[in-house]
């Protein structure tokens, strides 16, 4: 289905021709995507906060609600900026400081199994801290997608599975990435705030930022997901990448500080895995729970979610392209999924520059 523009009631979404990308381009895009991206479900640009381009495939439309998958990773990322700016949190806090019922009180006995290795890695975990969660720079063992992720999703206890794990180096140093460390900081940032999550995030995000929330499942506890699991359409997602791109600002309403979005967008841990350099094309480092590339000379910060949700900010060129994918029989998996969604943004990013 490909859905024709139309003037909209609400202001960011109307489309208006002084905005407009290269019809050209755009047709090439539309093109490609029905023919050798079926998952695809939509995408929708912006520009000078206003919709551009907008798209639709495969049946969706712009009131289906989709999984954002790790895009909640960024969202959640928002709300510890939120948490910071009303003194709930600070970003070197430990997490043994939140939650101390997670960390031992004292020494475990001398008849303890492996006691010199257990000391060592309850020393560890204890000074993880509220940044080195956002910049996933745990120092945690976590194998994306291996058997600790089958694990962390059947258990009934998911928070404490995560920061009983092992630490295999030093907090602070590494960059891995960890869905089991963003939902221990969920988990560090219900505490916080002092109430259940998601009616806080409600009331003192996504509400103010006009960002509805669909939806947000839960883990084995009844805990919202931490860095997953989020439900949100496409326009949504737009929404929320030109929140970022306003510096926290959007329809002249401050939701977050200036100075938080531009270290989210920095440039703070470097990223050596093989897996994620083949996944995003010219790759270029990682913020608070947001990725950093390149694309024609342009520095683009991406909200990224598994299968190929994406909300993505090329602050240079006043740019948002946002689209999210389905994931199911369609999806050909993450990597070839993201490679052919970052060769059609590469070609809308390289129309606007020219």
Known sequence: MILALAVLSVSPFVSQSVYAQDP???ARVDSTARASLPALQ?????????????????GADSATAFNVKSVSKSLLSALVGVAVEQRKVTLDQTVASILPGLYPKSPPPANRMFRPAVVQNDSARATITVRQLLTMTSGYAWDEGGPVLAAFIVSTDPVRLVAESQVATVPGQTWNYTTGGTHLLAAALTQ??????????????????????????VDGAGKPVGGSEMF?????????GQLYLGRGTIDGKRILPAAWVDTSFAKLADIASPRYKEMISGLDGYGYLWWRRQSSGHTMIGALGHGGQFSLVVPSLDLVIAGASALDG????????FQGIFRLVDQIVASVSR
């Open 192 to 217: 916080a705030v002092g109430a259940p999550l998601e009616q806080w995030a409600r009331a003192n995000f996504f509400g103010p930022a006009g960002i509805r929330l669909e939806g947000w499942d």
């Open 42 to 58: 939509g995408m929708a640009v912006m520009r000078g906060g206003r919709l551009a381009w907008e798209r639709y495939w495969g």
């Open 24 to 26: 050209v381009v755009l």
């Open 330 to 337: 369609r999806n050909p998996g993450v990597v070839p999924q």
């Open 232 to 240: 949100l359409t496409i326009r949504g997602l737009a929404r929320f």
